[in-house]
């Protein structure tokens, strides 16, 4: 497996952003390794008042503070949310959106140990595969990823790491970030989204009605290389 270094963190916040796409996240979890495709990050800088790390240094944030590489989670509407810190202080990535992933190393224990995890609200039927993993908290959910267990720790290679599979999109999506409030730099695109997997992300711009290409998003295609 091609496990991602700290060298891959130590860059700029907006790069990592971009390259996550795509990568794999797995965690053994209750004894079954746990594995989910990224299809959508925002990064987020210490200097633009949308990130946590603008608000200053506390124990909480910690890990923002760290080097290139560490795990900082945090609570965000009643569950848990996965970052990694990059280039320079207070930088940072969010892990907006997954969907599962299965390979030659899933277990047949996968699916239904990530339905357990993430159950569906007021139903009798297991939530959708597809959108188990639609949102920061529902995929810390799906994985059994928590705050008390990976913030301010590095990747285990034995529990919880990130992969490159060698894939990457072809064409992302560039736009504005999610609940940011007024006045703190609601307006910067740091967004990023696998542009034939945004059905599946937390909020698809490509369905927004009022939403227009050039102006509230934009769309890159990518190089062989992985570069727009």
Same mark, same amino acid.
Request: net charge positive; hydrophobic share 35%; glycine share 8%.
């Given at each position: 497996?091609?496990?991602?270094?700290?060298?891959?963190?130590?860059?700029?916040?907006?790069?990592?952003? &971009?390259?996550?796409?795509?990568?794999?996240?797995?965690?053994?979890?209750?004894?079954?390794?746990?594995?989910?495709?990224?299809?959508?990050?925002?990064?987020?800088?210490? &200097?633009?008042?949308?990130?946590?790390?603008?608000?200053?240094?506390?124990?909480?944030?910690?890990?923002?503070?760290?080097?290139?590489?560490?795990?900082?989670?945090?609570?965000?509407?009643?569950? +848990?949310?996965?970052?990694?810190?990059?280039?320079?202080?207070?930088?940072?990535?969010?892990?907006?959106?997954?969907?599962?992933?299965?390979?030659?190393?899933?277990?047949?224990?996968?699916?239904?140990?990530?339905?357990?995890?993430?159950?569906?609200?007021?139903?009798?039927?297991?939530?959708?595969?597809?959108?188990?993993?639609?949102?920061?908290?529902?995929?810390?959910?799906?994985?059994?990823?928590?705050?008390?267990?990976?913030?301010?720790?590095?990747?285990?290679?034995?529990?919880?790491?990130?992969?490159?599979?060698?894939?990457?999109?072809?064409?992302?999506?560039?736009?504005?970030?999610?609940?940011?409030?007024?006045?703190?730099?609601?307006?910067?695109?740091?967004?990023?989204? +696998?542009?034939?997997?945004?059905?599946?992300?937390?909020?698809?711009?490509?369905?927004?009605?009022?939403?227009?290409?050039?102006?509230?998003?934009?769309?890159?295609?990518?190089?062989?290389?992985?570069?727009?």
């Amino acid at each position: 497996m091609d496990k991602l270094s700290f060298s891959f963190f130590d860059r700029d916040a907006l790069l990592v952003a &971009k390259e996550l796409l795509g990568k794999i996240i797995r965690h053994c979890c209750q004894g079954i390794w746990l594995s989910a495709m990224i299809i959508e990050t925002e990064a987020y800088y210490k &200097k633009e008042k949308g990130s946590h790390a603008s608000l200053g240094f506390t124990e909480k944030r910690k890990a923002l503070f760290m080097e290139p590489g560490t795990i900082y989670m945090y609570y965000a509407r009643g569950g +848990d949310s996965l970052n990694f810190s990059c280039q320079g202080e207070g930088n940072a990535v969010l892990i907006k959106s997954c969907l599962v992933y299965c390979d030659e190393h899933t277990s047949s224990e996968m699916l239904p140990l990530m339905q357990k995890l993430n159950p569906q609200k007021n139903m009798n039927r297991p939530r959708p595969i597809h959108y188990l993993c639609s949102g920061q908290t529902l995929l810390c959910k799906s994985l059994g990823l928590k705050v008390t267990d990976w913030d301010q720790k590095y990747f285990d290679p034995e529990r919880f790491f990130l992969e490159d599979i060698g894939y990457r999109p072809e064409k992302i999506i560039q736009t504005t970030r999610l609940g940011i409030p007024q006045g703190r730099d609601e307006h910067l695109m740091y967004r990023f989204i +696998d542009y034939d997997k945004a059905a599946y992300c937390t909020s698809n711009p490509l369905r927004k009605k009022k939403w227009t290409e050039g102006k509230d998003y934009h769309i890159f295609i990518l190089s062989q290389k992985g570069t727009i």
